[in-house]
């Protein structure tokens, strides 16, 4: 840009000297040029109009040389600006239509109640075109069909044909619902993934609340689940999410978990894909932790949860409810997962940093634990060896102490994360761990 302007002036100044030295050069010639004082002699009075009109045509000739000159010089610029100043480098922008489409399935029977859900969703999703929400109705509930139809358009309004009952064992007779639950999953992933073509969802259920960064969270997490065949869902929940339990100041905490936590969850069509044609008749997420569905496959799950339950009433019967659920801290704050690294969550990278961390911790007996507060110091690791031993530690530090299949809830490598007391705490097998062991459940 300098050299074009530096060519530029001197093609002016150029002009300017030119048409300096023509005036000097007419001014000069025999005869001059007549002004107001010149003698009006009859030989001056023929020679003007013919001396007039040869410095007209001269002075042509010399504009119309200086005006070729002037087009040469801006030619010459413009080649060479083209030549050496490289056009800025286009950097593609991210644009609404260039992420992916998400839906959240809302699984709804019998609860009018799936308003204080759909409420919040609606609330907190960042787009409708990316996030569409789809509520499935099973159990034909007027009311509830009512308080679905009420969000209009907000919502896409689907509705399980069969509400037959279903034949069980007689032993089974008492599980009506859980059957119903396991037919209603069936046909409602079989609607979005086979009728909608959706080639992932985020399930959750009519008592679930969300947090604020609930769609963000499932949409910085997808790329890696898209990735890493060793991962086969991400769920908002945390199994030991109580308030004391978790590190609330540490929101954007994520782990791996061997356990299937469920409570809003992500899964590809390709798991769809896998799952569909065996899908169970009943009690379908415990059959998602036996280890011939797991196949060795880890969920993402957060230290603090994204989502909380408010269903008490239900087909359990409020089984865990009052004693843990209803305790689960769900995440106030927005934490912008998409702007973070999440790759130290690959299976590789997080067992090299989270097994050094856990086995370098000092280890420590319940009682020591219990009597130290421990506020500022380091983490430390209490060890059980048996599935006796780690139900009395679980239940003595107020931890879910069932296992399915031999894996502790929120467990990793048999490892539960916690915090006691503002202490970072590893409930962990010893060191040479070869596996789990079903026969725990």
């Avoid at 006796?388 to 467990?411: E, N, Q, T």
Wanted: glycine residues 6%; proline residues 7%.
């Amino acid at each position: 840009m300098l050299k074009k302007t530096s060519l530029a002036l001197g093609g002016a100044a150029l002009f300017l000297a030119w048409n300096g030295l023509l005036l000097l050069f007419l001014w000069s010639r025999p005869g001059g040029v007549p002004g107001p004082q010149s003698p009006e002699s009859p030989e001056n009075s023929r020679l003007l109009p013919a001396q007039l009109l040869q410095l007209a045509q001269d002075a042509e000739a010399e504009l119309r040389l200086q005006r070729e000159l002037l087009l040469q010089i801006q030619r010459f610029s413009r080649s060479q600006h083209h030549q050496k100043t490289p056009k800025p480098p286009q950097i593609p922008s991210t644009t609404e239509a260039d992420l992916p489409v998400i839906p959240v399935l809302v699984l709804a029977c019998d609860r009018s109640s799936v308003r204080r859900c759909l409420d919040k969703l609606l609330r907190y999703r960042p787009s409708a075109r990316r996030f569409p929400v789809i509520v499935s109705q099973d159990c034909g509930h007027a009311e509830t069909a009512r308080v679905i139809a009420s969000y209009g358009a907000a919502v896409a309004h689907i509705r399980q044909p069969d509400l037959s009952d279903i034949a069980v064992p007689p032993e089974h007779r008492k599980f009506q619902g859980y059957y119903k639950i396991s037919r209603h999953y069936r046909w409602a992933l079989g609607q979005v993934f086979r009728t909608f073509r959706y080639r992932a969802a985020i399930v959750v259920e009519d008592d679930l609340e969300v947090a604020p960064d609930f769609f963000e969270y499932f949409q910085a997490v997808l790329p890696l689940l898209q990735r890493d065949p060793s991962l086969w869902c991400v769920s908002a929940w945390n199994d030991n999410g109580k308030e004391g339990l978790v590190d609330a100041a540490h929101a954007e905490l994520l782990y791996r978990t061997d356990f299937f936590p469920g409570l809003g969850w992500l899964l590809l069509a390709e798991l769809w894909d896998e799952l569909e044609p065996k899908w169970p008749p009943a009690f379908w997420d415990d059959w998602m932790r036996q280890p011939e569905q797991r196949r060795g496959r880890s969920c993402v799950r957060p230290e603090v949860s994204r989502t909380m339950t408010f269903g008490r009433k239900g087909v359990s019967h409020g089984q865990f409810f009052d004693q843990y659920l209803k305790f689960i801290k769900l995440n106030d704050r927005f934490v912008p997962f998409t702007q973070m690294d999440l790759s130290y969550l690959k299976k590789d990278e997080y067992e090299r940093f989270f097994l050094q961390q856990v086995y370098s911790a000092p280890e420590v007996k319940l009682e020591e634990l219990q009597k130290d507060a421990g506020r500022d110091s380091g983490p430390v690791r209490l060890q059980y060896r048996g599935r006796d031993s780690f139900k009395a530690l679980a239940k003595a530090l107020g931890l879910m102490d069932d296992l399915k299949s031999g894996v502790p809830r929120a467990g990793y490598r048999g490892i539960v994360s916690f915090v006691c007391r503002g202490r970072r705490v590893f409930l962990a097998p010893p060191s040479d761990w070869t596996g789990y062991d079903p026969s725990w459940s």
